[in-house]
Nanobody, 124 residues
Framework: QVQLVESGGGLVQAGASLRLSCKASGRTLGPYVMAWFRQAPGKERESVAV????????YYTDSVKGRFTISRDNARNTVYLQMNSLKPEDTAVYYC?????????????????WGQGTQVTVSS
């Protein structure tokens, strides 16, 4: 069983940067595909970025390409989401998720392990 804990959210102005962290415990993160999802009020949960086990494949949703960077440090059992040039439409609760499988997936139902979420609010 993997426990995931996110941190790094907050309230920032448009154009600012934040770095989210997802620390895993219970198991090593190495075998897991890891992803960041987000959910804004009244909207469905959407995939933001996905990174495979050795970072061989990385996916970004179109709206964050060029602004967000997902990375992982398997030795530290941590996944990161660097968010630059934040926009008000990035406001959401951001969740870290993991699945013990191969390949990129943007379907939240395929992820077995979830963190509790961290709030990101971007003011205009």
């Amino acid at each position: 069983q993997v426990q995931l804990v996110e941190s790094g959210g907050g309230l920032v102005q448009a154009g600012a940067s934040l770095r989210l962290s997802c620390k895993a415990s219970g198991r090593t993160l190495g075998p897991y595909v890891m992803a960041w999802f987000r959910q804004a009020p009244g909207k469905e949960r959407e995939s933001v970025a996905v990174i495979t086990q050795s970072a061989g494949s990385i996916y970004y949703t179109d709206s964050v390409k060029g602004r967000f960077t997902i990375s992982r440090d398997n030795a530290r059992n941590t996944v990161y989401l660097q968010m630059n040039s934040l926009k008000p439409e990035d406001t959401a609760v951001y969740y870290c998720a993991g699945r013990l499988s191969v390949g990129v997936s943007v379907n939240p139902q395929l992820y077995n392990y979830w963190g509790q979420g961290t709030q990101v609010t971007v003011s205009s």
